[in-house]
Structure formats: C-alpha cells, structure tokens
C-alpha cells in the first residue's frame, strides 16, 4: 500500500491478480463430489488424506508432508523472501446419515474407533467444500507466484469435530524443525461455508465464536426390578432431575448482559422396561465467549451433578470426564483488518467486516499459538431458494443449517467464493509491490504514480500490475501539459504517456519508499 498526497491508502487491485490466475473451477468440481461421496469419521481420514496429498503432488513445487498429528497433512510453497502465511481446511466428517438427495450424496458407513459402532457418515459440516476450495487456492498461487514473495503453508487438519486435530499436529511437532519442521506461519488463516446466501462472506475483528466443552457425565444408582423401585436407587430419574437442574445455570446463575450454552445432548440409561439400571449417562456440552464464562459454567455444572447424586443417596460420587474442548475464537485486530480491506476491494458489497458472533466453535486457534489469526465465514445456500424462504419469512424453517443431513452448499458460486477468499486474504499479506523491479530499476523505474485523474492512470496502472508492479496511489495536484514517457525505463513494461496530470513518482530504494517529482 502506499499513501496519497491526502494521506490515504491505496491497495491495488488484487481481483485482477486472481482473475488471471484462478484455476477452471469445473475441474475441481468431480473433486468436491469425490470428497462428498466419500467422507470419513474423525481419525479415520487415511483415504480423503491421500487423495489430498496426491493432488499436492501433481502441482509443480509443492512440498508435501503427511501424518502429522495422525493424518493432517501440509503443502508448503516456497516463492523467495516473505511473510509465512499458512491456510486451513479441516477434513473430517459427521455421523449423520445424508438426506440431500444429491445424486452424488454419502451412502457410506464406517465403524466409528472411539467406541466401535457403526455408522452412517456425510460432510454435514462442509468440510468437503473447505478442502476442495483450498487445493484450488493452491493452483490459484502457484499461477501468480510472480504476483507474491514467501511462503504459503496449506494445511489439512484432520479430527475438527472433536475438538483435537489441530493441537495434535502442533503436539506431533508441526512446527518442530527436528520433526515435521513446517515453517511457523507469521498468519494463520481459515474459514468455514455456512447456511448464509452463496457468494456473501463476513468476518468480524475480535471475539468470532465461542469456546465449547463437552462431558461426559455417569450417575450411579442402584439397580433392581421394576416393582420394587423402594429398594433401589433410580439412575433415570437422578438423570432426569440433573439434567432440569442443569438448565438454570443459564437461566438463572448467567448474567443475562453475558451468554452461555448448556446442552445435554445424550441421556443414556437401561435397556429394558422393567429393570432399573445400575446407571445413567449423559453427554454435556457448553459453550461461553471467555475462559472465565466456560470456568463458570463448569463449577456449576459439576456443583449440581455432585448435589443431585448426594440427594437422590447414590453409592457413588459421580464421573465427570472431558471429551473435548474448543479454544475461544478471537480474529486479531490488525490481521483482520487487512483481510477485510482486500476482501471488501474484491467482494464488494457482498462482504461485511461485521458479522455476528456466532456460538459455534474451531479448534482453529491451536494451529496459530501465539501467531495473529483471521476467520471468515461464506455461504453457501443456492440464492434463489435463500431468496423464496426470506421472501416467505421461513429461513430458519427452511434453510438446514451445519451439522442438518439436509445441508447441501450449492457448488457454485460457493466453490469460487471460497477460493478467492483464500487467495485475496493471502496476497493482502504477500504481494509484491514493485520491489523485484524497483531493485533493478531504482533510479529510473517507479512502484508508484502519483496522479489527479483516476482515468489517466488506470492504463498505466494495468501496465506495472502485468510487469508485477502493484502499488499505486492518487494525488490532488496537477501539471499543466507534462509530458513523462521518456523518464521510465521500457524493458519491463511498455508505459504509457500520460501526457498531463502527473506529479511524483514513488520508487523502493532498500526498502525505503522514494518519492520524486517528474519535472
């Protein structure tokens, strides 16, 4: 970016970097399907892991490196001296069984490794569409490597749903240079589709989504049959009384200026109508917007379980375990600044910098550690069935959100929405301004002009964007009849005479930005 005489910035036209760059969509399009049809549970993504790294390997220059943390997986490309910037897209599926209806929809089954069940699977989440959209990126930035200096790290993390892949791979030395030693990024960045009209993205600087803690809860009684429950304790009715109780910790312990999320999700207990068990489960999740919320949350969840077993007399304290466990996620202020700047340049008004703040989690951050991170959502429902249910006023009855077997993002324009998010976001942080040229160049060859008339400049400006020169910015003054062709260096660019309303040219000399009037 450079400033302007009013003291402004201009950022150059990245849309143009990724018009002529970006891959034929349609042949990424049997890929989502491929990854659609096939999902895979939670640390069981071996065959979407190798699909993936097959295709990293088939782009020229990709450094890929695979197993990490189970079957994440990286292609790092390395484009000179720069910024390390590193993408995310997570890779595993849900246990829900699909009813899209898509010709192409998931019939498949697997037996889930946590507990040895089988069952249905489908990228109810879209996750499909996270990794089709970043190997697509990928493509896009190998095409403009002589638009961008450093290096891109594109991630695949496996176990998202559950909370765990991406500190795994941290765990598992991702960023460890005497194990999988992938560059540590200087950025991370990520995104998600979600029940939103396609081709729209938001993000918003600071608290982004919620933390999220799930429990496993077992509550013990005492057994016996059905016409003496006198002689037992009955874990059913402990189960049912708890999970009540549970409901006032929003209700009545939360402020309510503040939020939080208490959901039992799962009560399990017995088999039969006429035995009372020995006990009951039950699965807890919790969401807050601070650690100090989720801390809250859980002193008083484990308060009310340890009271209501105390009450109903049970022979045992109960087992309060943690299954899993979301950091908060927090979008950093500068970083995400500059995303929305090039997003707003390439979207429009089709991107808002203010989205709302959602209580759905990532596991995202424990890629980033102490790294500056940026996280986007885009939609990904068809706009003209988002256009009838809105016009009805039935979008939460008609509109199946993540995680629904109905949810079905419509390909495009969601695949090409995710794919330029990606590729605007990375080049805010790694594009070239000039400075290849300008180091040849820098007595005689500008990164910048400085003019009055946006029309007279819009030519020139296309010129230096083709030779790699992309910073420019507008001034307020005026030469009468100047003409300047003659003082800038032809080999790389054909420039054109502006003839009149140019002022100052700017040039990187050692990294320093030069200004000089062209008199």
Known sequence: MVLNASGKTYTPDISRIIARSRPDIAS??????????????????????????GHLRSLKDVDVRTNIGGHGLVGIIRNGNGKTVLLRADMDALPVEEQTGLSYASTKRMVDVEDDVERPVMHACGHDMHITSLLAAGDLLLSCRDS????????FQPN?????????????????????????PDVVLGSHVMPMKAGYINT????????????????????????????????????AS????????????????????????????GTVENVISEEAKLLVNTRAFSADGRDKVRAAMERIINAECQAAGSPRPPLIEETSSFPLLYNDENVTELVSHAMEEHFGSKFSPTAPISMGSEDFGNLAISTPSCFWNYGGIDP?????????????????????PFFAPVIEPTLTVAIDAFAAATLA??????????????SVYPIALLARNPN???PIMDEINHAGNTAFGISTDVIDGQSVGAAFEQKEAQLLVLGRALVTAVYNVGGQLVTTPLL
């Open 28 to 53: 990424y399009e049997p890929l989502y399907r491929k990854f659609h049809t096939n999902p895979e549970l939670s640390l069981q993504e071996g065959a979407t892991a190798a699909v993936i790294a």
């Open 148 to 155: 961008w200096n450093g290096t891109v790290v594109l991630l």
């Open 160 to 184: 998202e749903e559950r909370g765990a892949g991406a500190q795994a791979m941290v765990d598992d030395g991702l960023y460890d240079e005497g194990k999988h030693a992938v560059p540590k």
């Open 204 to 239: 918003r600087i600071g608290v982004f989504g919620s933390t999220a803690t799930s429990y496993r809860v077992t509550l013990f009684g005492r057994g016996g049959h059905g016409s003496r429950p006198h002689t037992t304790i009955d874990p059913v009715v402990l189960a």
């Open 242 to 269: 708890t999970v009540m109780k549970l409901q006032t910790i929003v209700s009545r312990e939360t402020n309510p200026q503040e939020a939080a999320v208490v959901t039992v999700g799962a009560s399990q207990a």
């Open 384 to 404: 003209q069935r988002w256009d009838e249910a809105e016009k009805r006023g039935r979008l939460p009855e008609e509109i199946p959100g993540i995680h629904s």
């Open 429 to 442: 942080f790694m594009r070239r301004t000039g400075a290849p040229l300008a180091r040849k160049y820098a």
């Open 456 to 458: 007279n400049y819009t």
